[in-house]
């Protein structure tokens, strides 16, 4: 950094993840790889009080503290209103190299990636998006279907998020893991991560200096990262869901087909569906609601489904061109002669899947043949078994 170049840029990494101890570790090792490295960490716990508390910290220690209050009775509200200032002196000191922005537990990191891009900035870079993770808690923590309220976690009186379906989304959107040397992970952990993210770049937390046996921590903080990218790998439209795999216990079944679900028959199935894998994710076809694109998302033994838009087939030609290219791209992945993108394209991932058994009850959800040859008028007026999921 150099304090008298205006066009200087201070780079971002944001460390996240609810396994704490990975996290902190993952923190101190970027401190210690990179001359010039601070870290900010908010801690939410003291919201009840009223209050956010902000550390400004370096290799050798803190270097200041600072209290910014709640809004609106939200504690990440506060986190978004007082980082972005924060990060902006730090930047214009022309002092600071690398801000490590260490999110308090239950924080995900694309709102905070968000928000670091969304100001304009020119001084500040986001360089990487790392999620802490130790293997040996992974599957204890995607099994955990609390309410983050119940566990202390919540980032708001109004949070409703579980530990589960936040541990998931934090895992999977960031592009690198640095992952915990544990002893107690075995080698069904390291293939349940694996399969979750399996684009993901993993780093060993452990090693001098940041540096790992399979890459380098400091490197990964630095890469680069794109927002928008992160944000459509994540949405059910466009998703970069996992591939099939079976290893050390642990299974991805992908289960891709090209006709509708019978609404109460697949309502009827869910609890099922739910519960036979540790996580599920992907995009389903519903009949009575043929031209939405219905995303489902499922850990801890909920699931959350939700209207994610139109299938581009039901849009008139002329709407395409306004359409985003990445999401062009996995429609015509999916593409069908008669009924476009509208498919079912969803992945289970679990150790001790019962692959034949789930693809079983998956199937008895399809419409039959006389149902499907009926037609889409036909399939409107089948028994909206969703609409209150769906608050239609």
């Given at each position: 950094?150099?304090?008298?170049?205006?066009?200087?840029?201070m780079?971002?990494?944001?460390?996240?993840?609810?396994?704490?101890?990975a996290?902190?570790?993952?923190?101190?090792?970027?401190?210690a790889?990179v001359?010039g490295?601070?870290?900010?960490?908010?801690?939410?716990a003291t919201a009840v009080?009223?209050?956010?508390?902000?550390?400004?910290?370096?290799?050798t220690?803190?270097?200041?503290?600072g209290?910014?209050?709640?809004?609106?009775?939200?504690?990440c509200?506060?986190?978004?209103?007082?980082?972005v200032?924060e990060?902006?002196?730090?930047a214009d000191?022309g002092?600071t190299r690398l801000?490590v922005?260490e999110?308090?537990?239950?924080?995900?990191?694309?709102?905070?990636?968000?928000?670091i891009?969304a100001?304009?900035h020119?001084g500040l870079r986001?360089?990487?998006?790392i999620?802490?993770v130790?293997p040996?808690l992974l599957?204890?923590y995607l099994g955990n279907?609390?309410d983050l309220?119940?566990?202390?976690?919540?980032?708001a009186?109004?949070?409703?998020r579980?530990v589960?379906d936040?541990?998931a989304r934090?895992?999977?959107?960031?592009?690198v893991?640095?992952?915990?040397?544990?002893p107690?992970?075995?080698d069904?952990?390291?293939?349940?991560?694996?399969?979750?993210?399996?684009t993901?770049?993993q780093?060993?937390?452990?090693g001098r200096?940041g540096?790992?046996?399979?890459?380098?921590l400091?490197?990964?903080?630095?890469?680069g990262?794109?927002v928008e990218?992160?944000a459509?790998a994540?949405?059910?439209?466009?998703a970069?869901?996992?591939?099939?795999a079976?290893?050390?216990?642990?299974?991805?079944?992908?289960?891709?087909?090209d006709?509708?679900?019978?609404p109460?028959?697949?309502?009827?199935?869910l609890?099922?569906l739910?519960c036979?894998a540790?996580?599920?994710?992907?995009r389903?076809?519903?009949?009575?609601?043929?031209?939405?694109?219905l995303?489902w998302d499922?850990a801890?033994?909920?699931l959350?489904v939700e209207?994610a838009g139109?299938w581009?087939a039901s849009?008139p030609?002329?709407?395409?061109?306004m359409?985003?290219?990445?999401?062009?791209a996995a429609?015509?992945l999916d593409?069908?002669p008669e009924h476009?993108d509208?498919?079912q394209?969803?992945?289970f991932v679990?150790?001790?899947?019962d692959?034949?058994g789930l693809?079983?009850?998956l199937?008895s959800?399809?419409?039959t043949?006389?149902?499907y040859a009926a037609?889409r008028d036909a399939w409107?007026?089948?028994p909206?078994a969703f609409?209150t999921?769906?608050?239609?």
């Open positions: 950094m150099n304090p008298t170049d205006p066009m200087s840029s780079d971002i990494a944001i460390v996240g993840g609810l396994h704490s101890d996290r902190k570790e993952t923190v101190e090792r970027l401190l790889a001359p490295s601070v870290a900010l960490h908010h801690d939410l009080h009223g209050t956010v508390v902000r550390t400004v910290r370096d290799a220690g803190v270097l200041s503290t209290e910014a209050p709640l809004v609106n009775d939200c504690a509200c506060a986190l978004r209103e007082d980082l200032p990060l902006e002196r730090l000191s002092l801000a922005v999110l308090w537990d239950s924080v995900e990191p694309k709102a905070m990636a968000e928000v891009t100001h304009g020119e986001l360089s990487g998006v999620t802490a130790d040996a599957l204890p279907g609390d309220m119940e566990a202390g976690l919540a980032a009186t109004t949070d409703q579980t589960a936040t541990w934090q895992l999977e959107y960031a592009p893991l640095a992952v915990a040397d544990s107690e992970a075995d069904e952990d390291r293939a349940l991560l694996a399969q979750l993210h399996p993901a770049r780093v060993p937390i452990s200096d540096r790992g046996g399979h890459g380098d400091a490197a990964a903080a630095l890469a990262f794109d990218a992160a459509a994540q949405h059910p439209s466009c970069l869901l996992p591939t099939d079976d290893e050390a216990g642990v299974a991805t079944l992908v289960w891709h087909r006709r509708p679900f019978h109460e028959r697949l309502y009827q199935a609890e099922d739910t036979a540790a996580r599920s994710r992907g389903f076809w519903l009949a009575d609601h043929p031209d939405t694109l995303g499922a801890g033994g909920a959350c209207s139109p581009l849009l030609d002329a709407a395409w061109e359409v985003p290219p990445v999401r062009r429609a015509a593409w069908h476009g509208c498919c394209h969803l992945v679990s150790p001790g899947l692959r034949e693809e079983e009850v199937e959800c399809l419409l043949d006389e149902e037609g409107k007026h089948l909206p609409d999921l769906l608050e239609v």
